[in-house]
């Protein structure tokens, strides 16, 4: 199996574009139509569980603590944190590399950073 991932409002919609074009196959679901405008943290982190999906941020600020308050209630796949300085070319090759090489377990209830 592999991860499905659900981007944030702050993710550049050319990540999502350029990640299907390098690897069609990648299950990469855009904000647009998904996450309201203005939704919370929580709710975001709520969206993104109930459709199985590993959320990427580049909420580096907030998400973590927000997170942590989600999962003391309910499971989650789990955040990939995008820091703001990445360009749209080293994001698209990581989320590659980590769609390529972990599995869903290794992201279940956990931030962690974009290698």
């Keep these: 199996m592999k991860i499905a991932f659900q981007a944030d409002a702050d993710i550049d919609p050319d990540i999502g574009r350029g990640l299907r074009r390098r690897e069609p196959s990648v ?14 943290d ?7 569980a109930e459709a199985g999906r590993v959320l990427v ?6 998400m973590q603590d927000h997170f942590q308050d989600f999962i003391a209630l309910h499971p989650s796949p789990g955040v ?7 360009s749209i070319g080293a ?3 990581r989320l590659l590399i ?13 931030v962690r950073w974009l290698p």
Excluded: C, K, Y
């Design 91 to 93: 994001t698209i090759d």
């Design 57 to 62: 941020t580049r909420d580096v600020g907030t």
């Design 27 to 40: 299950d990469f679901r855009d904000a647009a139509g998904v996450i309201p405008d203005g939704a919370s």
């Design 80 to 86: 990939l944190l995008i820091p703001s300085s990445r």
């Design 98 to 110: 980590v769609w390529l090489n972990w599995d869903p377990e290794d992201l279940r209830n956990q």
């Design 42 to 48: 929580l709710e975001v982190l709520r969206i993104t």
